[in-house]
C-alpha cells in the first residue's frame, strides 16, 4: 500500500540552525501539507500546497518557513534560523484532490529537536 | 471559538467492551468532512474514518464506525471490541469545504487506554 514517507525521524539542531525536513508524499497524490505537534498538544496546520505554490498557510508559517517540491517527488519543509519553540514532530501529509471529502495520508513524521 | 473539541482528555475501557470518543464541531460551512485519526505511542497518525456533511448513513469501517449526529454538530467515533492494540491518542478532525484548500483543524485529542 502506498505510503507518505518522511526523514530524518528525528533531527536534532542547534538554536539559529537552519534545517529541511523531507518528505515523499504518495505518487498520485496533488496535494502537500505540513503540520506540527508540540509534545502533548494538538496537530496544528502549518502549510498547503498545490500546482508549486503555496495554497494556505498559518501564521504559524512566517519568513522562517519555507516550503518546495524541488524535483516532482520530494516535498521539503524549510527552516531557516531554528528556535527553542520549533520543536516539535513534524508531518507531512498528502491527498489525491484538495476537496473536504478527500482523505490526508500522514507520514510517519520528524521530530525536531532544538538545543 | 474552538472548531473542534474533544472534551475527553482519558477514557478507560476493558478489552472487548465497546468505547466511545466524543467530538464536536463548529463550523457555518454546509459542505465539511469529519476525519478521525489514531496516535499510537510511536507517534504516526493513522487514519481512521471518514464522515461527510451530505452522507445520510453513519459510516463504519470495521470496529470503528462513527455516530454523526448533525443537527447536534457531533461526530462521535465508536470503537466495539476494544483490544489492548486500541490503547492511542484519537484526534477528531475536520477539513471545511470552502476556500481553506483542504486543511485539516484538530481537536486536543482523546488518551484510550484499554485494559485487559
Known amino acids: 500500500e502506498p505510503e507518505v514517507t518522511q526523514t530524518p525521524s528525528h533531527q536534532v539542531t542547534q538554536m539559529g540552525q537552519e534545517v529541511i525536513l523531507r518528505c515523499v508524499p504518495i505518487?498520485?497524490?496533488?496535494?502537500f501539507y505540513w503540520y506540527r505537534q508540540i509534545l502533548g498538544q494538538k496537530v496544528e496546520f502549518l502549510v498547503s500546497?498545490?500546482?508549486?505554490?503555496?495554497?494556505?498557510k498559518s501564521e504559524i508559517f512566517d519568513d522562517q518557513f519555507s516550503v518546495e517540491r524541488p524535483d516532482g517527488s520530494n516535498f521539503t519543509l524549510k527552516i531557516r534560523s531554528t528556535k527553542l519553540e520549533d520543536s516539535a514532530m513534524y508531518f507531512c501529509?498528502?491527498?489525491?484532490?484538495?476537496?473536504?471529502?478527500?482523505?490526508?495520508?500522514f507520514g510517519p513524521g520528524t521530530r525536531l529537536t532544538v538545543l | 471559538a474552538q472548531k473542534i473539541t474533544q472534551t475527553q482528555p482519558g477514557m478507560f475501557v476493558q478489552e472487548k467492551e465497546a468505547v466511545t470518543l466524543d467530538c464536536t464541531y463548529d463550523t457555518s460551512d454546509p459542505s465539511y468532512g469529519l476525519f478521525w485519526y489514531k496516535q499510537p505511542s510511536s507517534g504516526e497518525m493513522i487514519f481512521l474514518i471518514y464522515?461527510?456533511?451530505?452522507?445520510?448513513q453513519n459510516a463504519t469501517e470495521g470496529r470503528y464506525s462513527l455516530n454523526f449526529q448533525k443537527a447536534r454538530k457531533s461526530a462521535n467515533l465508536v470503537i466495539s471490541a476494544s483490544q489492548l492494540g486500541d490503547s492511542a491518542l484519537y484526534f477528531c478532525?475536520?477539513?471545511?469545504?470552502?476556500?481553506?484548500?483542504?486543511?485539516?483543524?484538530f481537536g486536543q485529542g482523546t488518551i484510550l487506554t484499554v485494559h485487559p
Open positions: 500546497f498545490y500546482n508549486n505554490e503555496i495554497s494556505e
Open positions: 464522515q461527510g456533511s451530505y452522507d445520510q
Open positions: 478532525a475536520m477539513r471545511e469545504g470552502g476556500t481553506s484548500y483542504g486543511k485539516l483543524t
Open positions: 501529509a498528502s491527498s489525491e484532490e484538495g476537496g473536504y471529502t478527500d482523505t490526508q495520508y
Open positions: 505518487s498520485n497524490h496533488l496535494y
